[in-house]
T-cell receptor, first 111, second 112 residues
Framework: ELKVEQNPLFLSMQEGKNYTIYCNYS?????LYWYRQDPGKSLESLFV?????AVKQEGRLMASLDTKARLSTLHITAAVHDLSATYFC???????????FGKGITLSVRP | EAQVTQNPRYLITVTGKKLTVTCSQN?????MSWYRQDPGLGLRQIYY???????DKGDVPEGYKVSRKEKRNFPLILESPSPNQTSLYFC???????????FGSGTRLTVV
């Protein structure tokens, strides 16, 4: 059974500092997704990582994938208040669209 | 505008009264899925579909049915809702497996 773990579950960040959050998964996967959810809102797709060593960047967020370690990291550069949200990673395997989500990491940026 | 549309946004119903939550996408996406989101449990996949007439169970399919008779629509049916199905439900679609999913706005269901 595929399990996806995210840690920490909650992170209070100081504006302007750098942080990294983690996503571990238990079995080989073909695709790793990162999503963002603002309070009371839907989910927004951030990144899709497909291969070992893949790195994608958008603004202050950079996601990477290490398939050997079964680990994805989301690095936040110079945190700003707008990044406050819950971030989910999700993993899928094979030629189907079965998707397993982690429980999410809630980030809060304080001045 | 490209979007996934769910209806209704909010629904309060009574135990045992059949209901359908509709989901429609206008992006010609092959893949569609339903999820439920519960506090402390994250999102869990209920059913998914890879094309018309092709559906499969996710992690929590009990008590739910789906159908995919047309590419754009993927309704979620609760034949006999129970209070443990009180949750926030999301429909999502994607063009390909290697693309991110587009999520609908969500349906907050309360079963009393």
């Amino acid at each position: 059974e595929l399990k996806v773990e995210q840690n920490p579950l909650f992170l209070s960040m100081q504006e302007g500092k750098n942080y990294t959050i983690y996503c571990n998964y238990s079995t080989t996967s073909d695709r790793l997704y990162w999503y963002r959810q603002d309070p009371g809102k839907s989910l927004e797709s951030l990144f899709v990582l497909l291969s070992n060593g893949a790195v994608k960047q958008e603004g202050r967020l950079m996601a990477s994938l290490d398939t050997k370690a079964r680990l994805s990291t989301l690095h936040i550069t110079a945190a700003v208040h707008d990044l406050s949200a819950t971030y989910f990673c999700a993993v899928s395997t094979g030629a189907n669209s079965k998707l397993t989500f982690g429980k999410g990491i809630t980030l809060s940026v304080r001045p | 505008e490209a979007q996934v549309t769910q209806n209704p946004r909010y629904l309060i119903t009574v135990t045992g009264k059949k209901l359908t939550v509709t989901c429609s996408q206008n992006m010609n996406h092959e893949y569609m899925s339903w999820y439920r989101q519960d506090p402390g449990l994250g999102l869990r996949q209920i059913y998914y579909s890879m094309n018309v007439e092709v559906t499969d169970k996710g992690d929590v399919p009990e008590g739910y049915k789906v159908s995919r008779k047309e590419k754009r629509n993927f309704p979620l049916i609760l034949e006999s809702p129970s209070p443990n199905q009180t949750s926030l439900y999301f429909c999502a679609s994607s063009l390909q497996l290697n693309y991110g999913y587009t999520f609908g706005s969500g349906t907050r269901l309360t079963v009393v």
